[in-house]
């Protein structure tokens, strides 16, 4: 099934978007960054040096959201993800 997802689901993260595919944008240390969905901004974020992540216009609670989910997580969740 190839679907089209968010910038930033990673290229072997197999899992599908969550809601809407920009509703955030994450930004490393070196100032790259990429828009996602919050399930994948969340993994980003969770596998990056020194992220920030920043809401998209009318999506102001998405960062907190994308925040918290990645203090929960392991970096580069779905290496090891049986999903
Ligand atoms: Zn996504």
Redesign the pocket.
Known sequence: MTTL??A??HSEDPS???GA?AVVRVVDQHGDEAT??????ARMYASLVRPRVYPSPGHGGKAIEVYKRAAALAPFAWVNAAA
């Open positions: 997802r968010c930033a689901a599908p978007c969550e595919h996602g969905c919050v399930h994948h901004a």
